[in-house]
């Protein structure tokens, strides 16, 4: 093995937090009661996951598009959405952090892999989060990241997981991508060719689910799949 | 008059503040010394101001194309020169809002006209301004914003400051753009049909330079030009 590749949301950082941020300043910018702006962000991305998952959606505008969504459902100008996200950016703390975040990706370091950060974006640019991996110390440990709005990809597509790969000069048998979510994290993986590690909140421990695939209960997991495949 | 477009850097806020924190920030996430990372980040600046005026330059790129010269000019990586726009992002005080900023948006804004950003992008991308200008209480006074590596077009060209117009359904003559920048803001607002203001801190006053242009020493002098429109 020679590099791992990070998701960011419910993977590094918790997607929760930021939501609700999030919820929080489009009620501030808009007037909207707060209840209403989480119930139309919850909204736009499902559908948004829905639309994604179905291969519809142009990835050259990933991010214009689930901004223009959310912009619609609530009846705004989409600037204020822009603005609701920067406003969550800033306000944000720590407690963002998934716990073993930070432990995952300095264990990866000290085994001298090269790590990158592979991440999908709705509503705020890469950008931003890239901002709050900064902000927070985790980009010590991060090599190279690569955002969906950047790539004009997102996963699963294949051209999301060959990016890295290729400015890494990496074999995809060479590589392995842990995520949070099923279909864009472990299949867009597996069907690239990558090693794959599923995070599975309700997982009871680590588990081989797959000839080059395995299920962990959170994102520190990665240290023990990367002790099973050396072994064997 | 029913639309006024403001560029940002200069404008409304100090590039010269801002450089300063990204050559600190490249200091730190190279070990360079900040002498050399600040002397590469003028000399990066000095050819891509130059490639643009002579319309090189490939638009769709603008933003990646100056992070990959800053980045080969120091030898480092291009996430480093990421890391850096991010660090100084973070870490700007209000000194990088420039005097009079917030009163002439304020001033437009009781006229009743509609305000837009209109602004280039150059090492950091225009979401990380967006967020300066949100953080310093900016766009509370702003009612869209267009960036370079957003519309994919930069100032001078016509494009990009045709796009505010549509988006506000504005015509070019009932629109004035005010920015520092003589051939990227002064002659592409008169090229593209709008009114406009240069900004020469050499100025002694606002006076008329053109049918449709002026010059005035700073950003409050629009106030002035508007009034002297009207009565004309």
Same mark, same amino acid.
């Given at each position: ?47 948004? %996951? ?5 291969? $519809? *959606? &142009? ?9 223009? +969504? /959310?912009? !619609? ?37 000290? %085994? ?5 950060? $592979? *991440? &999908? ?9 890239? +901002? /709050?991996? !900064? ?58 060719? /990558? ?38």
């Amino acid at each position: 093995m020679k590099l791992v590749s990070f998701d960011v949301w419910n993977t590094l950082l918790d997607i929760g937090v930021m939501l609700s941020f999030l919820s929080k300043g489009l009620g501030e910018v808009t007037g909207i009661e707060e209840e209403e702006t989480a119930g139309g962000v919850s909204l736009a991305r499902e559908r948004i %996951k829905g639309m994604r998952s179905k291969g $519809t *959606g &142009n990835p050259e505008r990933a991010l214009e598009e689930s901004q223009e +969504l /959310l912009a !619609e459902l609530l009846g705004i100008n989409v600037e204020l959405v822009k603005r609701a996200t920067a406003r969550a950016v800033l306000r944000v703390g720590d407690e963002i952090v998934l716990p073993g975040a930070k432990e995952a990706l300095e264990g990866v370091k000290r %085994k001298d892999l090269k790590v990158t950060v $592979t *991440g &999908n974006v709705m509503f705020w640019p890469g950008s931003y989060t890239r +901002l /709050l991996l !900064e902000r927070f110390g985790l980009m010590d440990h991060i090599d190279k990241t690569f955002f969906a709005d950047e790539v004009k990809a997102f996963k699963p597509m294949r051209e999301m997981f060959e990016k890295p790969l290729k400015a890494f000069n990496v074999r995809p048998e060479e590589a392995i991508h842990i995520g949070d979510t099923y279909a864009e994290d472990f299949e867009g993986a597996l069907k690239a060719g /990558l090693w794959a590690v599923w995070i599975n909140p309700k997982a009871e421990g680590v588990r081989r689910i797959h000839e080059r695939g395995f299920e962990v209960p959170s994102v520190g997991g990665i240290l023990e799949v990367l002790e099973e495949i050396e072994k064997s």
